[in-house]
Every structure is written in structure tokens, then in C-alpha cells.
């Protein structure tokens, strides 16, 4: 049996670089086994990496890679790439990357893949990446709801054009994305280049480097940071905030697993689509290890479970980016339903 193929989702606003960022990736040789999935090879400007058309659908890259083109049917068009590689017809499928368009919504994407009970069994989602033009971002991340959406849902951002942006600009963005998401990881961007870690480990998993892939995959520094408190004692970022939150809740006191996760499926469905995203890491009473939690507005991801905690704190810590949902009720149904109090979100 095989692992479920990594997916990982590259979105971002229009102008972005999405498309920069993702010419660049394909020249990796670590990536001569991946698929990219757009909606029009033509209008990505992918023309100069093309050798070879494969048949009407799909384009054999000068990376090694797959370009497949995408009319209107994500599910149908995974399902094709599962039959080439089960028929020999696709020598390696180790990755898929997804690019979405400019005024994409991510979350469709990511249930298509947690729905469908084909996909889920041989694919996974590994992560979003969100590209953000400094120089735009606030008016955009201001303006268009998509761009929020787009940063709120992303694991790692990419700051793009940093070459050609001034330090306030910069600054300005970064100010702005800490207030969506200082959850996720932060790179930056220059003449279409960034970091060769970039996707590497975006799917949080125990191993030698689980403590530092902890801190990159959960952000939850970067989220104490981001509520630090002026000299008045108020959250720097709340008194900034605007409809989008993020909230780390910790808990002390470990979790019964069905009182846990029937409290979180009540608390997605009962929220509906203001919960945008939760993961985190959860400490069940007996258990060796953590569990590991994602969940996508009102669907949760299967759990799977760590053999050992990856560092020193055995505290329950979840991730949550709302709209319009305050940290209270989220504490309160914790409370309510599993008798856990979480811890308070700063130190007196």
C-alpha cells in the first residue's frame, strides 16, 4: 500500500506571483516527481518549462514534472492521475501542487479532498501557501474578502516582490498578515526565489526535528507574540483586529478522546463557517502521544496519533482562525462540554 500522495495548495491574490513563485519550485530537481494541476497551462505562463504534450490534458515539463489542466473538475482530474500511475503510465507521483486562481476561496479545494472517500484514501492535504504582494497587501487584505480568506487558511505565506517593495511596504504587510494569520510561517520572496524548506515538513509529524517542526507548523510563539500586551495591559493585536482571529487555547488537564472530539464537531457545526481553521496538538488521558487535529470550517480531518510529544510541554494546544468568534465561547464549550478549563491566554 501506498502513502497518501501530499498535496499542497497554492493560492494567493491576483498579481500575487503565484505564478513566479511556482516557475521557480519546478526547477527544484527534488520536485521531478510532482504534479501541478492549473486551470489553463496557456494563461499561467508555464509556456517556456513545456517540452512535451502528453495528450489534450496534460504537458510533460523540462522538471520532470506533470502539468495537468484543470476544466471545472478537480475530483475527476486527481482520479485521472491516480489511473496513470496505477496503469504505468506515470513513472512517480510523489507531490501534487494545486494552483487556484486569484479570487479563489481555498476551502473547496480542501473539501474536495476530505470528501470524496477516493481522494482521501490516497491523497493528503499537506498544507496552503499563500503568495502576498507587500507592496498591495493592505489595500487588497482591506478590500477583497478572498484575500483575506486566502491568508487566514495558509500554514506558510510567502511575501513576494521583496526585491522590488521598500522596507515600510514590507513592514506595512507584515503588520497586516500578523493580524490575520501569525500563525503561519513567514518567507519572503525575491526575482521569484525563496527558501528550498519552503514545503518541506508542511505536514506536522514526529521525527528527529519534531520540536522545531512543531514551532513551524503550529505557530503558537508566533501567536503569543502577536498578543502582547501594551503598557495599559491591552492585546496589541485585538485592539488592531479586524473580523479575522486567531486564538491559541492551551489546557493543562489531558482530554477523554470522544468527549474531546464530539465537543469539536459540536462546536463546527454550531459555528458554522466562522471557525475558518483549527489544528493542533491534543493530550489524551492514557495516551503516550499527542493527537493531531485539523479541521476546515464544519469538517474535521481523521486524527492520527504521535508515538512520543515532540518537545517537553504536554499541554493540549489548538489553533483556531475565526471570523467574527471571540476566544470565550470557544473556552466555554471546552468547559461545558469536557469539564477542561484552558489556560488563561495571558499571564497575569
Known amino acids: 500500500m501506498r502513502s497518501p500522495v501530499p498535496v499542497t495548495l497554492l493560492t494567493g491574490f491576483l498579481g500575487s506571483g503565484k505564478t513566479t513563485l511556482l516557475n521557480h519550485l519546478l526547477r527544484d530537481p527534488a520536485l521531478a516527481g ?24 496534460v504537458v510533460l515539463l523540462e522538471s520532470g514534472c506533470l502539468c495537468c489542466t484543470v476544466r471545472g473538475d478537480l475530483a475527476r482530474t486527481l482520479r485521472e492521475l491516480c489511473v496513470r500511475q496505477e496503469e504505468g503510465r506515470l513513472a512517480r507521483l510523489d507531490r501534487v501542487v494545486i494552483e487556484t486562481t486569484g479570487l479563489a476561496d481555498p476551502a473547496p479545494v480542501i473539501h474536495t479532498l476530505m470528501r470524496d472517500p477516493f481522494l482521501a ?3 493528503r492535504l499537506d498544507g496552503v501557501v ?6 498591495h497587501a493592505s489595500w487588497q487584505l482591506a478590500q477583497h474578502p478572498e484575500a483575506e ?55 506536522f509529524s514526529a521525527g528527529p526535528s519534531a520540536t522545531a517542526a512543531l514551532g513551524t507548523w503550529l505557530g503558537s510563539g508566533r501567536i503569543e507574540a502577536a498578543d502582547a500586551r501594551d503598557a495599559f495591559g491591552r492585546s496589541v493585536r485585538a485592539t488592531h483586529s479586524r ?17 474531546f472530539a464530539d ?26 502521544g499527542p493527537r493531531v487535529v485539523h479541521a476546515v470550517q464544519q469538517e474535521r480531518y481523521p486524527d492520527s496519533s504521535l508515538p512520543d510529544w515532540p518537545d517537553a510541554d504536554r499541554d493540549t494546544r489548538l489553533v483556531f482562525i475565526t471570523r467574527d468568534l471571540p476566544r470565550a465561547p470557544l473556552e466555554k464549550a471546552f468547559l461545558a462540554l469536557c469539564g477542561v478549563s484552558a489556560r488563561p491566554a495571558v499571564p497575569a
Open 263 to 288: 465537543a469539536l464537531d459540536l462546536l463546527l457545526q454550531v459555528t458554522g463557517e466562522r471557525i475558518l481553521r483549527v489544528k493542533g496538538l491534543v493530550h489524551i488521558a492514557g495516551e503516550a
Open 243 to 259: 473580523d479575522i482571529q486567531t486564538h491559541l487555547l492551551r489546557f493543562e488537564t489531558p482530554f477523554e478522546w470522544d468527549a
Open 130 to 135: 499563500a503568495t502576498v504582494d507587500p507592496r
Open 149 to 203: 480568506r486566502q491568508v487566514a487558511y495558509a500554514d506558510r505565506i510567502v511575501m513576494t516582490k521583496c526585491d522590488i517593495a521598500t522596507q515600510a511596504e514590507r513592514d506595512a504587510a507584515g503588520r497586516a498578515l500578523d493580524r490575520l494569520n501569525p500563525s503561519a510561517a513567514r518567507f519572503e520572496g525575491r526575482m521569484g526565489r525563496v527558501p528550498s524548506e519552503l514545503l518541506a515538513g508542511m505536514a
Open 121 to 123: 484514501y490516497r491523497f
Open 34 to 57: 510532482c504534479a501541478v494541476l492549473i486551470n489553463e497551462v496557456g494563461e499561467v505562463g508555464l509556456d517556456h518549462l513545456l517540452i512535451e504534450r502528453v495528450d489534450e490534458e
